[in-house]
């Protein structure tokens, strides 16, 4: 699990508003903390953040795009503004490569795990392996990155 966090960066997070509806944000900064924990950068989530105070349940999906396969993440959220761990937080992004961090990041999100499961996409239902999922999606991507290039005027890719 943490490996492929570590992979994907990306997590989509899913908090309840005010007004009980769904909001779903994704966050490039997810990325494990530690055994029990996830994190993630606020730098332009003020509405991630608000909902998070109010009411700290919390999903994050990570999900590999190629594999469609991932995991769901369960759990509690602690929005960090200032402190010692946050600091902490803070050099760690540094570390990571983000810039700017100290002046970007807003707070910081830290997420109690209490629950994790798989997600494994209904493709895999008809027998695909996993090197034949990955070679379908990435006819996909090549095929719409193709089709992008035409509608753009630009050469398409040159056969060897």
């Known amino acids: 699990m943490q490996r492929l966090v570590h992979e994907q960066k990306l997590g989509y997070v899913a908090t309840v508003c005010a007004d009980g509806t769904p909001n ?15 994190i993630f950068a606020d730098l332009r989530s003020p509405g991630t953040a608000a909902n998070l105070r109010r009411n700290p349940a919390v999903e994050i999906n990570v999900v590999d795009p190629m594999l469609r396969k991932g995991y769901r993440f369960k759990g509690t959220a602690t929005v960090l503004t200032e402190g010692p761990q946050l600091e902490e937080m803070l050099a760690f992004f540094e570390r990571q490569g983000v810039s700017e961090a100290r002046r970007r990041i807003h707070s910081i999100v830290l997420v109690k795990v209490e629950r994790a499961l798989a997600l494994i996409s ?17 006819r996909y991507w090549a095929s719409l990155k193709n089709a992008q290039r035409e509608a753009a005027g630009e050469p398409g890719p040159v056969d060897d």
């Open 122 to 138: 209904p493709g895999y239902d008809k027998g695909l392996t996993e090197e034949e999922m990955r070679q379908q999606w990435e």
């Open 24 to 38: 779903l944000s994704p966050k490039g900064t997810t990325t494990v903390w530690d055994d029990d924990h996830l």
